[in-house]
């Protein structure tokens, strides 16, 4: 007999399909394309959740873009200030009158030339694919990272630190999660963050989710393949740097300690992990120090967001290093 599901909880069910047979439930995920309205640079995200495949093609807008679209007033305002990006066209919702920050983005679009169209509600959501904009787009080029064509130096970087500190997010997918940790990165003043080839690409969304620090970040580099991230690591304890894992529990030949007992007595590289798949054994072969940030009741809720224990373990470093005056 078919399951009788409550509506309030169909509404939870939006973009996904349910075949019920007997007491099996499968869950048969949508795809969405730029063709039905959510744009490719989303990072395959469909927007807040609640606009449907049908809903995109039936309200589809025809507007035309070049490259990739940046969205939300803080990203763009910082992109127009950063000067990294192409700047084709700004798209702003009509009949809306900006103050303050809003008000700094026409007035810097307009004093850069940037062509500005006033355009529907509907067709900016089309623009950043359903998520939050608060009534701006803009058509940009992508952001060009360098690639590390070879392992990084650190000793021929300069530093804010006494002791060097840089950071890399191994394997983290997920865009929000990405952004949170480029943002807390840039606040703190991290000097390096490595893009490895299995992490997140920088999109529009990662943009938008690290309230545009990625448009400003100096110190981004992209990590192509795996022998170029062990190369690095390699180089950097070769230096008589230290290579920091954030991990969950203790890892074979690799000595293990809560985090606030750590000392920062040397250059620090940070690695934090994937939630599901943490760090590849093979860089872990590379740490020579893992820490973990011990829980009031592990029990019920195991481990910290990847963001927010990835900015308590740059806080802790920062904190017990000395800043070099400018």
């Given at each position: 007999?078919?399951?009788?599901?409550?509506?309030?909880?169909?509404?939870?069910?939006?973009?996904?399909?349910?075949?019920?047979?007997?007491?099996?439930?499968?869950?048969?995920?949508?795809?969405?394309?730029?063709?039905?309205?959510?744009?490719?640079?989303?990072?395959?995200?469909?927007?807040?959740?609640?606009?449907?495949?049908?809903?995109?093609?039936?309200?589809?807008?025809?507007?035309?873009?070049?490259?990739?679209?940046?969205?939300?007033?803080?990203?763009?305002?910082?992109?127009?200030?950063?000067?990294?990006?192409?700047?084709?066209?700004?798209?702003?919702?009509?009949?809306?009158?900006?103050?303050?920050?809003?008000?700094?983005?026409?007035?810097?679009?307009?004093?850069?030339?940037?062509?500005?169209?006033?355009?529907?509600?509907?067709?900016?959501?089309q623009l950043s694919g359903s998520r939050p904009n608060q009534?701006?787009?803009?058509?940009?080029?992508?952001?060009?990272?360098?690639?590390?064509?070879?392992?990084?130096?650190?000793?021929?970087?300069?530093?804010?630190?006494?002791?060097?500190?840089?950071?890399?997010?191994?394997?983290?997918?997920?865009?929000?999660?990405?952004?949170?940790?480029?943002?807390?990165?840039?606040?703190?003043?991290?000097?390096?963050?490595?893009?490895?080839?299995?992490s997140c690409p920088p999109t529009p969304v990662v943009s938008?989710?690290?309230?545009?620090?990625?448009?400003?970040?100096?110190?981004?580099?992209?990590?192509?393949?795996?022998?170029?991230?062990?190369?690095?690591?390699?180089?950097?304890?070769?230096?008589?740097?230290?290579?920091?894992?954030?991990?969950?529990?203790?890892?074979?030949?690799?000595?293990?300690?809560?985090?606030?007992?750590?000392?920062?007595?040397?250059?620090?590289?940070?690695?934090?992990?994937?939630?599901?798949?943490?760090?590849?054994?093979?860089?872990?072969?590379?740490?020579?120090?893992?820490?973990?940030?011990?829980?009031?009741?592990?029990?019920?809720?195991?481990?910290?967001?990847?963001?927010?224990?990835?900015?308590?373990?740059?806080?802790?470093?920062?904190?017990?290093?000395?800043?070099?005056?400018?």
């Amino acid at each position: 007999m078919p399951l009788n599901i409550p509506q309030s909880v169909q509404r939870r069910m939006l973009n996904r399909t349910f075949l019920i047979k007997g007491l099996e439930l499968k869950t048969v995920c949508k795809l969405y394309s730029s063709y039905n309205g959510t744009p490719e640079y989303n990072h395959r995200l469909t927007g807040q959740g609640k606009k449907s495949e049908k809903f995109f093609k039936e309200h589809r807008v025809e507007v035309e873009v070049r490259e990739e679209v940046l969205f939300g007033i803080h990203p763009v305002s910082l992109a127009l200030q950063a000067h990294k990006r192409t700047l084709h066209r700004l798209y702003v919702k009509q009949n809306t009158e900006f103050g303050g920050e809003g008000r700094g983005v026409m007035e810097q679009a307009d004093k850069l030339g940037i062509p500005v169209q006033w355009v529907t509600k509907q067709a900016l959501n089309q623009l950043s694919g359903s998520r939050p904009n608060q009534g701006v787009c803009m058509d940009v080029s992508k952001l060009h990272i360098p690639t590390a064509s070879s392992h990084i130096c650190w000793t021929e970087m300069k530093s804010k630190w006494k002791y060097p500190v840089w950071l890399m997010p191994y394997n983290v997918q997920d865009p929000m999660n990405f952004g949170a940790i480029l943002r807390t990165a840039f606040f703190l003043g991290v000097d390096q963050v490595l893009i490895p080839h299995n992490s997140c690409p920088p999109t529009p969304v990662v943009s938008k989710a690290s309230s545009g620090a990625l448009e400003v970040m100096e110190g981004l580099t992209r990590l192509p393949e795996e022998g170029i991230v062990i190369e690095t690591l390699k180089n950097w304890r070769a230096g008589g740097g230290e290579v920091v894992a954030a991990c969950l529990e203790s890892q074979e030949n690799i000595p293990i300690m809560p985090l606030r007992e750590f000392s920062v007595t040397k250059p620090v590289f940070m690695v934090v992990g994937n939630e599901e798949r943490g760090i590849s054994e093979a860089v872990m072969l590379q740490c020579n120090q893992a820490v973990y940030i011990p829980g009031n009741n592990t029990r019920c809720v195991g481990s910290l967001n990847v963001s927010v224990a990835t900015a308590i373990l740059i806080h802790h470093v920062v904190s017990n290093n000395d800043k070099i005056s400018s």
